[in-house]
Nanobody
């Protein structure tokens, strides 16, 4: 099992940027698909972005395409989510997740390791 800790959340005005980080421990991330999910207030957890273990492939939800960028540094065991042009509807708790799978899944159930989440609040 890999342990994940997110950081970088906070309060930002609409149009602003934030960079989330997810630090892993316990195991190397080099063979894991990594992803970001988010849970808006009163709603279910939803997929945001995923990245393959080699960082050669990424997948984004339609709602964040062109605004968010996922990346990873396997040497540092860290995954990032650069969020630009933030909107109030991006307000949510953001979770980092890891899975030893072959595809860039957007399904919550495929991910066995989760961080505790970091709050992102975008004011209008």
């Amino acid at each position: 099992q890999v342990q994940l800790v997110e950081s970088g959340g906070g309060l930002v005005q609409a149009g602003g940027s934030l960079r989330l980080s997810c630090a892993a421990s316990g195991r190397t991330l080099s063979r894991y698909v990594m992803a970001w999910f988010r849970q808006p207030p009163g709603k279910e957890r939803e997929f945001v972005s995923a990245i393959s273990w080699s960082a050669g492939n990424t997948r984004d939800a339609d709602s964040v395409k062109g605004r968010f960028t996922i990346s990873r540094d396997n040497a540092k065991n860290t995954v990032y989510l650069q969020m630009n042009s933030l909107k109030p509807e991006d307000t949510a708790v953001y979770y980092c997740a890891a899975a030893r799978i072959d595809s860039l899944s957007d399904y919550v159930g495929n991910f066995g390791s989760w961080g505790q989440g970091t709050q992102v609040t975008v004011s209008s």
